[in-house]
């Protein structure tokens, strides 16, 4: 049906950036919205941020002002920017594609190591 594929992840320093991207195929129309999440090392995977179908985007209060979601019109492709990294940002982070009867898709994940 569709499938995501991220990259873009490694360590950095805290105070830096990364920029993550998804790589999105298959029947990508379907999808109503695009976004990421993470899941930290013993914690449960949280939402991060979500792009909608008409460009509006959502983000977790953790990351807003700091991050920045972006996607093109095909849906093929969706980034995370994010700035200002600190330790707590360290996870897997995973793209999402959702459905709205419920559906979601989900990458394999990349790993983010921010370090103090």
């Known amino acids: 049906q569709v499938q995501l594929v991220e990259s873009g992840g490694g360590l950095v320093q805290a105070g830096g950036s990364l920029k993550l991207a998804c790589s999105a195929s298959g029947r990508t129309w379907i999808l109503d919205a695009m976004g990421w999440y993470r899941q930290a090392p013993g914690k449960q995977r949280e939402w991060v941020a979500s792009?909608?179908?008409?460009?509006?985007?959502e983000y977790a209060d953790s990351v807003k002002g700091r991050f920045t979601i972006s996607s093109n019109v095909a849906k093929t492709a969706v980034y995370l920017q994010m700035n200002s990294l600190n330790v707590e940002d360290t996870g897997v982070y995973y793209c999402n594609g959702h459905h709205r009867s419920g559906t979601d898709v989900w990458g394999q994940g990349t790993q983010v190591t921010v370090s103090s």
């Open positions: 792009v909608r179908t008409s460009g509006s985007a």
